[in-house]
């Protein structure tokens, strides 16, 4: 653990992407304790790279006040990820919307590291055969079993909400500003519509949207807060 005055840590967005903000009251609360050194928690990073302590790093560096840094060790970029969605599957305040998206996202991590680990675990025979010593179990099943216990869900849950972390990144790609809202819970759409609008060819025109507010409410099952 380290002290730093105004030292410079990069911001990768795979991560960040990752990682709630933290809303205006609890911010400018955060604020206060930083400008009145009250403020003890440490930057996690890993690489150089921040993995937790985004906002208090921001708010530190503008104001040139020391922060502590706590360097995390990762086998991979994957392990890095899985770290941080645990991190913030923590928080009371997560909405359920980050929750299903977090979850999402630490199984395709969690599915990556288990593949490694597999691989790690195999022995070449003669003719330089691969043979697997452990028993034959698929990576994605292990992988959801394992999310599925430390989530209190279960795999069929981590599955879908997988499927629902793709395909808010594929409707971010488009309109990252309808994402924003829809994983701080202002804007609440059904999983299968989630889907639909995810696919090519789905409602995802601006007209489409405002009219999801008037016409056939039942069937897309959306509210705006």
């Not at 990768?12 to 604020?31: A, C, G, M, V, W």
């Not at 994402?179 to 639909?196: P, Q, T």
């Amino acid at each position: 653990m380290s002290n730093y005055n105004n030292y410079t840590l990069k911001l990768d967005l795979e991560f960040t992407n990752l990682i709630q903000p933290l809303e205006d009251r609890e911010h400018k609360s955060l604020e206060r304790k930083i400008n009145s050194h009250t403020y003890s928690e440490p930057i996690y990073t890993w690489n150089g790279l921040i993995v937790d302590g985004v906002e208090a790093y921001q708010i530190c560096h503008k104001r040139g006040i020391k922060f502590r840094i706590k360097r995390m060790y990762f086998l991979s970029r994957e392990d890095a990820i899985s770290w941080i969605c645990t991190q913030q599957l923590k928080r009371e305040d997560l909405t359920e919307a980050n929750r299903k998206y977090v979850i999402g996202k630490k199984y395709d991590a969690v599915k990556a590291i288990t593949a490694r680990i597999s691989s790690e675990n195999s022995t070449t025979g003669k003719g330089g055969h691969t043979y697997r010593i452990e028993k034959k179990i698929p990576c994605r099943h292990i992988s959801a079993t394992q999310i599925a216990s430390e989530c209190n869900t279960s795999p069929a849950s981590v599955y879908k909400y997988n499927e629902y972390s793709r395909a808010l990144d594929n409707i971010c790609e488009k309109t990252p500003q309808m994402v924003e809202r829809i994983r701080s819970g202002k804007l609440r759409i059904s999983h299968a519509n989630i889907i639909e609008l995810s696919r090519p060819g789905g409602r995802n025109s601006r007209s489409e949207r405002r009219n999801m507010r008037t016409e056939n409410k039942d069937k897309w099952k959306l509210s705006i807060i």
